[in-house]
């Protein structure tokens, strides 16, 4: 489920569930629940002060509903409980739209690249921590979509 609760940046929602639907059903986990919460960048430097500890917008946060440990892909959830929530994601547009222009991608092309980014998240991947296995898979899945 999308959720836009901004209005800075007009976008179109439908293609964005559409993209959450097939990254669901490729990466085996179409039974698992994931919210995305579209946000003002005033509200994603909020949250990502409260609960990351750094000051400012940022593009993307993800919010596991558990701690789990990631699967190898294809099929990265394949062992997913069914009806499993896999937690929150919060996108910021107006963010994402000048990260957009910065790597020479449209905004849905990025919108798209984050809730890659943070469904991987939800999924156990932590670039922070794991030694370039995110980043790896993170750029596998972008040529498997079409995203690279």
Known sequence: MILNQQRAVRLARRPLEHFLRRLQRELGFQESGVTIALVSDAEIARMNETFRKKKGPTDVL???????????????????????????????????????????????????????????????YDHETDRGEMDRVERKLRKRFGLA
């Open 62 to 124: 993800s919010f596991p509903a558990a701690r789990r440990r990631p699967r190898s892909l294809p099929r990265a959830t394949s062992k997913q409980k069914a009806g499993e929530f896999l937690g929150d994601i919060a996108i910021a547009p107006a963010t994402a739209r000048r990260y957009a222009r910065k790597h020479g991608r449209t905004l849905p092309a990025e919108l798209r690249v984050l809730i890659l980014h943070g469904v991987l998240h939800l999924l156990g």
